[in-house]
């Protein structure tokens, strides 16, 4: 059993192949912990998926409990909403250790470099400080995220393009004013975001101390885009003494609004997470559905196996609602609008 990626979607497939007594190995192209900017923001339910509590020592100081949503005309909408909140490097290190303690085998700073399928089976060609080296295995998982290796191997498609199709940015800060640290402010607003809300939250630095993060995802021009929201946040909020401590973000290659964008794989190859196109902007997140479809990866291949069933068949049957989730979320997602009204 072969997984490239360890985000969230690997390390959570190979912890499950492991648990039911595979030969497991997870690789991640990074050394642990990897800064990773993404959010750490999940639902109470995340941790029912993972089949683990996160430890405490893995979430940041600042726990978020309330969510308030601005909209275009002015309203503001306040409720009461639990989260998890963490550091993506942090956390996603203890994933991956996590999956060593089930019986996983983890390397990072090795690379996914080919595959070559054959009479026999599959070989994979793994890159590490000591050159190439050559495994075989009877399934592979693609969980390399937006840029996926493996899928980009298998299939010439219109769900990746070359480019960039969009970006997230933040920028994490310091200042006085009227935030308040136990909320998640979401802005639906196309002139500060056209592909999901804009954000404004508190989170943990690897310094230990607790910062504002402001960020915002658009298709073009994103500091244009963040800074005028940061603006608009600043007057809203009336901020001041702003210190800008950190700026990070990350652009994809996947084709949004695309209709091939979600694709699960094929033979014995699956793909997990954004790698098969997973990402709900909708809902702002994709570590939830990234989780899933790889504890349901992990679970296909023991009914596969047991029951001498096409693994990739037996892996759409059990993605088909999550699939069918994410498509709805897709065509009514904030990609498809041109004005706010």
């Known amino acids: 059993m072969f997984i490239a990626g360890g985000a969230v979607a690997g390390p959570v497939a190979a912890k499950f192949c492991a648990k039911q007594g595979l030969k497991t190995l997870l690789v991640e192209k990074a ?6 900017p993404c959010s750490g923001i999940q639902f109470p339910y995340f941790e029912k998926i993972l089949g683990d509590k996160i430890p405490r020592d893995r979430l940041c100081n600042n ?4 969510v308030e949503m601005h909209f275009p005309n002015g309203k503001v909408v306040s409720s009461k909403f639990p989260m998890l909140n963490f550091m993506r490097d942090t956390f996603d290190e203890w994933l991956c250790r996590l999956a060593e303690s089930y019986g996983a085998e983890f390397r990072d700073g090795c690379r996914f470099k080919d595959f070559e399928e054959t009479e026999n ?10 050159g190439i080296e050559q495994i075989k295995a009877d399934y592979i998982i693609d969980a390399t995220g937006m840029r996926p290796a493996i899928r980009r191997k298998l299939r010439k498609e219109r769900g990746f393009q070359e480019g960039s199709s969009g970006a997230a940015l933040n920028y994490y800060f310091t200042a006085d004013g009227d935030l308040e640290h136990d909320k998640l402010y979401q802005f639906w607003n196309i002139e500060f975001n056209n592909m999901v809300f804009a954000w404004v ?43 800008i401590v950190k700026k990070e973000g990350y652009s994809s290659s996947l084709a949004f609004d695309d209709d091939d964008r979600i694709w699960l794989g094929e033979k014995n190859f699956l793909m997990t997470g954004d790698a098969a196109g997973l990402i709900d902007l909708t809902r702002g997140v994709g570590m939830d559905s990234a989780a899933l479809s790889g504890r349901l990866a992990a679970k296909a291949i023991y009914f596969a196996r047991k029951n001498r069933k096409p693994v990739i068949e037996v892996y759409a049957r059990l993605m088909k609602k999550l699939v069918n989730q994410t498509r709805r979320n897709q065509k009514r997602g904030i990609t498809t609008f041109k004005t706010n009204e």
Not at 121 to 130: A, R, S
């Open 31 to 36: 050394r642990v912990p990897r800064e990773k």
């Open 63 to 66: 726990e978020l409990t309330r």
């Open 121 to 130: 089976g599959t070989l994979v060609f793994l890159e590490t400080d000591q």
């Open 201 to 243: 939250y508190n989170q943990t630095l690897n310094d230990g101390k607790d910062y504002w993060v402001v960020g915002t995802g658009y298709d073009k021009d994103i500091y244009v885009h963040l800074d005028s929201f940061f603006n608009h946040v600043k007057e809203v909020f009336h901020l001041n003494n702003v210190n």
